[in-house]
Antibody, heavy 117, light 109 residues
Framework: QVELVESGGGLVKPGGSLRLSCAAS????????MNWIRQAPGKGLEWVSY????????YYADSVKGRFTISRDNARSSLYLQMNSLRAEDTAVYYC??????????WGQGTLVTVSS | SYVLTQPPSVSVAPGQTARITCGGN??????VHWYQQKPGQAPVLVVY???DRPSGIPERFSGSNSGNTATLTISRVEAGDEADYYC????????????FGGGTKLTVL
């Protein structure tokens, strides 16, 4: 069965950095595009970034462009999100999610990132 | 970038039919996917490609898409259907490809 497990969330001060990880299992990781999607407390879903199966195509939401970097290690079946220059508005649960032909079929349970002084 | 508009809330009595809309410019030309999210849980795909259901999703969940509006229909609503529902499309015309609607809170009266 497909499993996505995020880690790396926590409390960080404004301007700080954090690196999220997602460990994937139950499928051939290198065959799939992968996403990060976030949800601020009490708010809706916001797509953050996706990366192609080979890692050659990468896109970001305008709200994180230039501050966040998505990457993957297919040998380790892992997805990453390096978050720099964090702001209060980046506070959210961050979900790792598999992209299946333009839909998100599998989601992790999420990891909470809190940006606060 | 492409915008999807959902009503903030929909209320329905148990056993009745709930309809949640998702508006977008010529959305009928896109494939629409719907997610259910209960408090404290990750979203779950309930309808994909406008009207198909993943395995394990009850037949009570159905979808349609035409013109500028897509609709998620939940028949014979149960208390357990109370949740937030989000529509989503792939916008190939920009680099902000994965687009979500703002979400609709379904309340079962």
């Amino acid at each position: 069965q497909v499993e996505l497990v995020e880690s790396g969330g926590g409390l960080v001060k404004p301007g700080g950095s954090l690196r999220l990880s997602c460990a994937a299992s139950g499928f051939t990781f290198s065959d799939y595009y992968m996403n990060w999607i976030r949800q601020a407390p009490g708010k809706g879903l916001e797509w953050v970034s996706y990366i192609s199966s080979s890692g050659t195509a990468i896109y970001y939401a305008d709200s994180v462009k230039g501050r966040f970097t998505i990457s993957r290690d297919n040998a380790r079946s892992s997805l990453y999100l390096q978050m720099n220059s964090l702001r209060a508005e980046d506070t959210a649960v961050y979900y790792c999610a598999r992209l299946d032909t333009a839909m998100v079929k599998y989601w992790g349970q999420g990891t909470l990132v809190t940006v606060s002084s | 970038s492409y915008v999807l508009t959902q009503p903030p809330s929909v209320s329905v009595a148990p056993g009745q039919t709930a309809r949640i809309t998702c508006g977008g410019n010529n959305i009928g030309s896109k494939s629409v996917h719907w997610y259910q999210q209960k408090p404290g849980q990750a979203p779950v795909l309930v309808v994909y490609d406008d009207s198909d259901r993943p395995s394990g999703i009850p037949e009570r969940f159905s979808g349609s898409n035409s013109g500028n509006t897509a609709t998620l229909t939940i028949s014979r609503v149960e208390a357990g259907d109370e949740a937030d529902y989000y529509c989503q499309v792939w916008d190939s015309s920009s680099d902000q490809n994965v687009v979500f609607g703002g979400g609709t809170k379904l309340t079962v009266l």
